[in-house]
């Protein structure tokens, strides 16, 4: 049922599709990333009263209790945090006074002071980003690709032995297999689903312009390239030490790259499964009370294969603008990379959006063998390559030729093509040698190929 907000939105994320945001909401959403903020805030101050003497030691309950106030925040919080953001008008700032706020009448009342101490807002933002992303990955991201991979393995088994008519240039061309021609995907999907999930997320804690100027004044004593490097680990990032106000988003850039060609592998498959559709070679499943066309009632179109095309551009659209954007600052920072970063959600949104739909498309077509059978025997000139380069092996210098005169352009079935044979001036038991009894006889190592990417 449809929410009156939704019929509101002006992005369909956040509108129709709404309810298949949930996921995304919880990591890239304006609460998620308060969240965050309070978490990394609350995380610095109870890593001070461990690893330094700046702030006094934290007993067991206190630091249950600032924990709890990251691990159990809720959106009346989140509204607490944003109330004080509009009358200060600073974001980082206000998660501070609401820390403040919040341990005032408690025994810690007398760290106060110490929250926040000697950081820059970007001490705090890009350990929350990075985490966002990090975790995102983690419990969403791998899980969804664990799902369209298993789907796609399932489809390669069902149809590994269906022959099909291969095309290159979108003309007929060799024999192959569906099963083949799908684990080409299948083995560039896992690659890449490989780099996503060994891939180490950067952060950083340096100060307000990198050199961690504010905490090497008054506490000199230690060493803080160390501390930060250890603050950072222990939030489960790889430190960066040699930063400007901002980290170089180099790291976080190649994870979107990542992505990005990943999206575009699976563009590629959508859009040759929607071909695949268009030949019935793949048959799509009717849902009684789904309607095709307003209009052409016999129709079952394949809709989630093209609203994932649309999503995965709108998604890899996202990607390229944050590589574009974020590589590039002045001098040692501005704030426009600020509202870009909060619409990292926009990206994953509309990448969960499309890897759905092909989840739902994958499971709405059955292989048709018998349709590419059918095309296959319509085409038996494209066997004309087996014939020349077996000529030229028994030494007839002007196979291509010959072949090239009496196929080009043309097209033949077996009854057709064997009658060509039988035209060549070649020996008898050369014509007997090629004269195979279905083309199926020239699909080469596909069927191999395909165990082989599956085992």
């Not at 021609?181 to 891939?199: C, D, G, M, N, P």
């Not at 080009?408 to 077996?414: I, N």
Request: charge should be positive; charged fraction near 25%; aromatic fraction near 12%.
């Amino acid at each position: 049922m449809f929410k009156e907000d939704q019929l509101q939105a002006i992005c369909i994320l956040d509108g129709r599709n709404q309810d298949k945001m949930e996921e995304v909401a919880a990591y890239f959403s304006e609460f998620a990333l308060i969240k965050y903020r309070v978490r990394i805030e609350v995380s610095y101050l109870i890593f001070l009263s461990q690893c330094t003497k700046i702030v006094r030691k934290i007993n067991k309950g206190e630091t249950q209790f600032l924990n709890h106030l990251w691990q159990n925040f809720r959106l009346k919080d989140a509204l607490a945090v944003k109330v004080i953001e509009k009358k200060i008008n600073h974001d980082v700032k206000a998660v501070e006074y609401y820390l403040q706020k919040r341990i005032e009448k408690t025994t810690l009342r007398d760290l106060i002071p110490f929250i926040h101490i000697g950081l820059t807002s970007y001490d705090i933002n890009i350990p929350s980003y990075a985490l966002m992303l990090s975790e995102f990955r983690k419990e969403v991201l791998a899980a969804k690709l664990q799902l369209l991979t298993g789907k796609l393995r399932e489809l390669i088994i069902s149809c590994q032995n269906d022959i099909m008519l291969g095309r290159t240039h979108g003309q007929p061309a060799l024999p192959t297999s569906m099963g083949k021609e799908l684990a080409v995907f299948y083995q560039r999907i896992i690659s890449e689903r490989q780099s996503i999930k060994t891939h180490q997320f950067q952060g950083k804690l340096t100060g307000a312009i990198g050199n961690f100027n504010a905490l090497d004044f008054v506490y000199p004593e230690y060493d803080w390239t160390i501390l930060s490097q250890k603050f950072i680990k222990s939030l489960g990032l790889e430190p960066n030490i040699v930063t400007t106000q901002i980290i170089p988003y180099d790291n976080w850039l190649m994870f979107f790259d990542n992505l990005k060609r990943l999206n575009n592998i699976l563009l590629n498959l959508v859009q040759d499964i929607w071909w695949y559709i268009s030949f019935e070679y793949f048959l799509q499943k009717k849902k009684a009370e789904e309607v095709g066309s307003s209009t052409m009632s016999h129709k079952i179109n394949p809709i989630t294969f093209e609203n994932a095309e649309g999503n995965l551009q709108l998604a890899n659209t996202f990607f390229e603008f944050f590589v574009r954007k974020l590589a590039v600052t002045r001098l040692q920072r501005d704030l426009s990379d600020s509202t870009i970063k909060r619409d990292f959600g926009l990206a994953f949104g509309f990448t969960i959006l499309a890897w759905d739909s092909i989840l739902s498309g994958l499971s709405r077509i059955t292989p048709n063998p018998s349709k590419m059978k059918e095309d296959l025997d319509s085409h038996w000139e494209i066997f004309s390559e087996g014939v020349q380069t077996y000529l030229r092996s028994r030494g007839y210098k002007d196979a291509f030729e010959i072949l090239k005169e009496k196929t080009r352009g043309k097209t033949f079935d077996k009854k057709n093509f064997h009658k060509l044979i039988d035209d060549l001036p070649i020996k008898s038991e050369d014509k007997k040698k090629l004269k195979i009894a279905s083309l199926e006889k020239y699909l080469g190592l596909a069927k191999k190929i395909t165990k082989k990417v599956l085992s």
